[in-house]
């Protein structure tokens, strides 16, 4: 979408949420988490750079953890460091495949996308 | 994603966000109401199917209609019955595009979501 060299307004972002049952939900909040843990090995420093305190960002990898057959984050709690996490494989897949969904929606929806951009007052239309 | 026969979990929903600017967003949101607005023919009408306030439902709908070039919504306000609205063509068109890309997301990302889905612990996979 940055065919279109007269246009100097960023390309739009998504955020996609799947709904797999009123418990059960996957978004950009948990796929941003899992891939700074996968980052940083920590789920307070993931958090920190997600401005997600401590115990919200605990609670998020707690709530995956038990939704999925098999843990997404393996982690040491506590310690003078604090601990230190990790992604399973599980982890790594889940984050794998939910970034994949993202890129097929910018590429395949990318006309949908421009078309609704385009009846904007601040689309690229404008000069 | 219903060719799993063995499967008595409903399909995964989607919400998608398409954030334009920090200012400039559509979601799922906006989205229902325009279509409520058109099925019902009233701005308060829409919003109450939606548990939404007349205020909070007033408010999208100004701010959709001042985002675009072209408004989306027409309204006559107060009167006897409250006034009524409709959706303009480009109102029309803004969610005729906006339900075409999650129907895309959908069909072109099901390997995706399904994968995801199978990690689950209530995934299709459990008997």
């Known amino acids: 979408m940055s065919d279109n060299s007269d246009n100097s307004s960023p390309a739009p972002r998504l955020r996609i ?7 059960t939900r996957l978004g950009p909040g948990k796929a941003d988490l899992l891939e700074r843990i996968r980052d940083t ?3 307070a420093a993931a958090g920190r750079t997600m401005s997600m305190s401590y115990k919200r960002a605990w609670s998020l990898v707690e709530e995956m953890n ?8 393996t982690s040491t709690r506590g ?19 939910y970034r994949a969904l993202e890129d097929i929606t910018v590429d395949k929806g990318a006309v ?7 009846m904007l ?7």
């Open 17 to 23: 949420r799947i709904i797999f049952s009123d418990e």
């Open 41 to 43: 090995g920590s789920i």
């Open 66 to 73: 038990s939704a999925y057959r098999t843990p997404l984050v």
């Open 79 to 97: 310690g003078t460091k604090g601990g230190g996490a990790r992604l399973t494989e599980a982890g790594e897949e889940i984050l794998e495949h």
């Open 112 to 118: 949908q996308i421009e078309q609704i951009r385009a």
């Open 121 to 127: 007052k601040d689309g690229p239309g404008k000069k």
